[in-house]
């Protein structure tokens, strides 16, 4: 592969060397960079066991980074071309990444094996030695009595389950034991409903349908066909693993004081809750709640977050769009035109990209490979930061048959398209590449369409929340594009938007300001106001749905110009004052409208009880006052007169006297 050392010095002002057998023979080139104490990039992935293993023989302070330049750009037919990339390659792998925080999930090896007849017991049978083994039939027919019970045999059906490794518990209908004195066939006795197990493993070969969400992604759950021999055989060796102490990555970071799902028992935004495909996500009172066991890591919900509640950590958004940063401004720095990002996976993108440089034509020159932990975790956020800093498309690489639901992703592609297309920058830009062929994927790239690239790229470095960044990528988006139209119509969902106010429903009773998580919608301490900041509005919905006149409609969109402007006032109007003091207090409106209900409908404030009504036109301190000092509750019925004794009497003696005739 050739090596453009000019396009790569003007990016890589450090000391740079250049060997061709760096693992072999010229070893001790390797060596003396790390006994500099320096940081150190090798611009090679394939041997970098070899080169790690030295790095802690040495126990050198130097940070070692890996790249690969070899298949992401030096083998292709576009070598010659490759230099800027290269460039920006080795650039953006200097990015720190700062360490993930780690899950401990516990096995002990207690093992629940569902499934029907002799199949579920052979494989309990295999596995006893190495796991502490129930099996569960479901359904079992004539199964014959084993000679010695070396595990126990239970029957029932699984209603439901839930947890993870090293959690599990499921529910059991018609739950039996069977009789010690079965002799053709286990005969169990009489089988109650409601039971309750709780393993560790769950091996389910019931060939029905799966017991959680997204069954093949749950920890510590293990399904297979019984009738293929294969899959039985992956399950057996699978589960006789599954004992110790297992670390998965946290994927998720959750700030529950961001989250906008719920307030008063009125649910707003269900975004994370609608994609999550595993269930890890919950209602919890005001947020929801993520089970960091459970999850699988998709990040969807943290792409569809609209207030950076749900965070991605692996890495956190702030980190990823650094590095994007630098390589894309590496790539202009280097000489390089029309960047296209291309981001990917490592279990399915990373070996297309090296299949393509192997047996096929390679990447495009221009195309700069970006590996993530998971496609789906890319939110409108990194797509609008890419075409800030400079970049003339974004491809997402994914299988043709995703392992996650893109439901999420389609969203995102959306929202971004709608945003980059209206700005200028071209229609078409921001795609999703469905593949597993290699040679398909070349031809997708080659018949990309490459959009106007800013001529005033952003330079801002990304740091902090989520949410943060969603609005200064957007602004510096907008500075950047080459129509920085004002107002961009979004579809409903969208993490941006402003709100329709029906002022003559509106009360300003205020429900929706108390409602709103993110301060959006405020008033004002000294006058009888509704104001609004589209800036900081999430379009979670709560203030719609909380409004008791419903006066509130979202809009989805992106108003720069309100973004900039001060508060705007919604609704303003004069307060009453107290009839008896003169204070100010409520709205004009609204009292006035009650008192007119009150006269003409509600007997306790017409005809005797008209006086009543007063009441309600005082403060809260004039009212106290009043129903003190006259001795009576405004609320409650007239007494009828009280009869005594001698009423009764005198009212029959006068009618002696005046008989009725």
């Given at each position: 592969?050739?090596?453009?050392?000019?396009?790569?010095?003007?990016?890589?002002?450090?000391?740079?060397?250049?060997?061709?057998?760096?693992?072999?023979?010229?070893?001790?080139?390797?060596?003396?960079?790390?006994?500099?104490?320096?940081?150190?990039?090798?611009?090679?992935?394939?041997?970098?066991?070899?080169?790690?293993?030295?790095?802690?023989?040495?126990?050198?302070?130097?940070?070692?980074?890996?790249?690969?330049?070899?298949?992401?750009?030096?083998?292709?037919?576009?070598?010659?071309?490759?230099?800027?990339?290269?460039?920006?390659?080795?650039?953006?792998?200097?990015?720190?990444?700062?360490?993930?925080?780690?899950?401990?999930?516990?096995?002990?090896?207690?093992?629940?094996?569902?499934?029907?007849?002799?199949?579920?017991?052979?494989?309990?049978?295999?596995?006893?030695?190495?796991?502490?083994?129930?099996?569960?039939?479901?359904?079992?027919?004539?199964?014959?009595?084993?000679?010695?019970?070396?595990?126990?045999?239970?029957?029932?059906?699984?209603?439901?389950?839930?947890?993870?490794?090293?959690?599990?518990?499921?529910?059991?209908?018609?739950?039996?034991?069977?009789?010690?004195?079965?002799?053709?066939?286990?005969?169990f006795g009489v089988p109650h409903n409601g039971a309750v197990s709780t393993?560790?493993?769950?091996?389910?070969?019931?060939?029905?349908?799966?017991?959680?969400?997204?069954?093949?992604?749950?920890?510590?759950?293990?399904?297979?066909?019984?009738?293929?021999?294969?899959?039985?055989?992956?399950?057996?060796?699978?589960?006789?693993?599954?004992?110790?102490?297992?670390?998965?990555?946290?994927?998720?970071?959750?700030?529950?004081?961001?989250?906008?799902?719920?307030?008063?028992?009125?649910?707003?935004?269900?975004?994370?809750?609608?994609?999550?495909?595993?269930?890890?996500?919950?209602?919890?009172?005001?947020?929801?709640?993520?089970?960091?066991?459970?999850?699988?890591?998709?990040?969807?919900?943290?792409?569809?977050?609209?207030?950076?509640?749900?965070?991605?950590?692996?890495?956190?958004?702030?980190?990823?769009?650094?590095?994007?940063?630098?390589?894309?401004?590496?790539?202009?720095?280097?000489?390089?035109?029309?960047?296209?990002?291309?981001?990917?996976?490592g279990d399915h993108g990373a070996p297309l990209i090296d299949a393509l440089?192997?047996?096929?034509?390679?990447?495009?020159?221009?195309?700069?490979?970006?590996?993530?932990?998971?496609?789906?975790?890319?939110?409108?956020?990194?797509?609008?930061?890419?075409?800030?800093?400079?970049?003339?498309?974004?491809?997402?690489?994914?299988?043709?048959?995703?392992?996650?639901?893109?439901?999420?992703?389609?969203?995102?592609?959306?929202?971004?398209?709608?945003?980059?297309?209206?700005?200028?920058?071209?229609?078409?830009?921001?795609?999703?590449?469905?593949?597993?062929?290699?040679?398909?994927?070349?031809?997708?790239?080659?018949?990309?369409?490459?959009?106007?690239?800013?001529?005033?790229?952003?330079?801002?470095?990304?740091?902090?929340?989520?949410?943060?960044?969603?609005?200064?990528?957007?602004?510096?988006?907008?500075?950047?594009?080459?129509?920085?139209?004002?107002?961009?119509?979004?579809?409903?969902?969208?993490?941006?938007?402003?709100?329709?106010?029906?002022?003559?429903?509106?009360?300003?009773?205020?429900?929706?300001?108390?409602?709103?998580?993110?301060?959006?919608?405020?008033?004002?301490?000294?006058?009888?106001?509704?104001?609004?900041?589209?800036?900081?509005?999430?379009?979670?919905?709560?203030?719609?749905?909380?409004?008791?006149?419903?006066?509130?409609?979202?809009?989805?969109?992106?108003?720069?110009?309100?973004?900039?402007?001060?508060?705007?006032?919604?609704?303003?109007?004069?307060?009453?004052?107290?009839?008896?003091?003169?204070?100010?207090?409520?709205?004009?409106?609204?009292?006035?409208?009650?008192?007119?209900?009150?006269?003409?409908?509600?007997?306790?404030?017409?005809?005797?009880?008209?006086?009543?009504?007063?009441?309600?036109?005082?403060?809260?301190?004039?009212?106290?006052?009043?129903?003190?000092?006259?001795?009576?509750?405004?609320?409650?019925?007239?007494?009828?007169?009280?009869?005594?004794?001698?009423?009764?009497?005198?009212?029959?003696?006068?009618?002696?006297?005046?008989?009725?005739?």
């Open positions: 592969m050739p090596l453009d050392a000019p396009a790569i010095g003007r990016v890589c002002t450090g000391q740079i060397t250049q060997a061709d057998q760096l693992c072999g023979l010229e070893i001790d080139r390797f060596k003396a960079a790390l006994a500099e104490g320096i940081p150190v990039t090798v611009a090679c992935t394939q041997e970098a066991p070899l080169f790690r293993e030295l790095a802690e023989d040495l126990v050198t302070s130097s940070a070692l980074t890996f790249v690969n330049i070899r298949e992401a750009a030096g083998w292709s037919k576009n070598a010659a071309a490759a230099g800027p990339k290269t460039a920006a390659l080795i650039a953006a792998a200097a990015e720190d990444s700062p360490p993930v925080a780690m899950v401990t999930l516990e096995s002990n090896g207690v093992a629940l094996i569902y499934g029907r007849g002799d199949a579920a017991i052979e494989v309990g049978r295999r596995l006893t030695d190495r796991l502490d083994v129930t099996v569960l039939l479901t359904e079992p027919g004539d199964v014959t009595p084993r000679y010695s019970n070396e595990f126990p045999i239970r029957k029932g059906s699984v209603r439901n389950g839930r947890g993870h490794l090293g959690q599990f518990e499921l529910t059991i209908d018609d739950y039996a034991f069977p009789a010690p004195s079965s002799r053709r066939r286990l005969e393993c560790d493993l769950v091996l389910d070969l019931s060939g029905g349908s799966p017991m959680f969400p997204a069954h093949e992604l749950r920890p510590g759950y293990l399904r297979a066909d019984p009738r293929d021999r294969a899959a039985v055989e992956k399950l057996i060796l699978d589960a006789g693993h599954l004992v110790g102490t297992f670390d998965k990555p946290r994927f998720i970071e959750l700030d529950e004081s961001l989250c906008a799902h719920s307030r008063s028992g009125i649910t707003g935004c269900t975004r994370c809750l609608d994609l999550c495909p595993t269930g890890a996500i919950t209602p919890n009172g005001n947020a929801v709640t993520i089970d960091p066991a459970v999850c699988a890591g998709c990040g969807a919900c943290a792409a569809a977050c609209p207030t950076g509640a749900a965070s991605y950590a692996l890495p956190a958004a702030d980190v990823l769009m650094r590095r994007l940063r630098t390589l894309v401004q590496a790539y202009r720095k280097a000489g390089g035109i029309n960047a296209v990002v291309l981001l990917h996976d440089a192997r047996f096929g034509d390679g990447l495009p020159a221009n195309v700069l490979p970006v590996q993530v932990n998971e496609v789906t975790q890319i939110g409108p956020e990194a797509v609008a930061a890419l075409f800030a800093y400079g970049a003339a498309g974004v491809t997402l690489l994914t299988r043709a048959k995703p392992r996650h639901d893109p439901l999420s992703l389609l969203r995102v592609v959306e929202t971004s398209e709608t945003i980059v297309a209206a700005l200028g920058f071209g229609d078409g830009l921001v795609r999703i590449i469905q593949t597993d062929d290699p040679d398909q994927f070349r031809a997708m790239l080659d018949a990309a369409p490459v959009g106007v690239a800013t001529q005033k790229p952003a330079t801002f470095v990304p740091r902090g929340a989520k949410r943060g960044l969603l609005e200064t990528t957007f602004r510096e988006l907008h500075l950047a594009a080459p129509v920085p139209v004002d107002i961009v119509a979004l579809a409903p969902g969208a993490p941006f938007g402003g709100v329709s106010l029906n002022v003559e429903s509106c009360t300003l009773c205020h429900s929706c300001v108390t409602a709103c998580p993110s301060g959006a919608l405020s008033d004002n301490p000294d006058r009888a106001m509704l104001r609004f900041t589209e800036s900081i509005c999430v379009q979670c919905g709560l203030c719609e749905a909380t409004c008791p006149e419903d006066a509130i409609t979202l809009q989805p969109r992106l108003d720069f110009q309100a973004w900039n402007a001060p508060k705007r006032v919604l609704k303003e109007e004069d307060p009453f004052h107290c009839i008896g003091c003169g204070k100010p207090f409520g709205t004009k409106s609204a009292i006035e409208r009650v008192v007119a209900k009150l006269e003409e409908k509600h007997w306790m404030f017409t005809g005797a009880n008209a006086r009543r009504i007063d009441v309600v036109k005082m403060c809260e301190d004039c009212r106290v006052e009043a129903v003190v000092n006259e001795s009576f509750d405004p609320h409650a019925v007239p007494r009828p007169p009280t009869v005594t004794t001698e009423d009764y009497l005198r009212a029959r003696e006068a009618g002696k006297a005046n008989p009725i005739k």
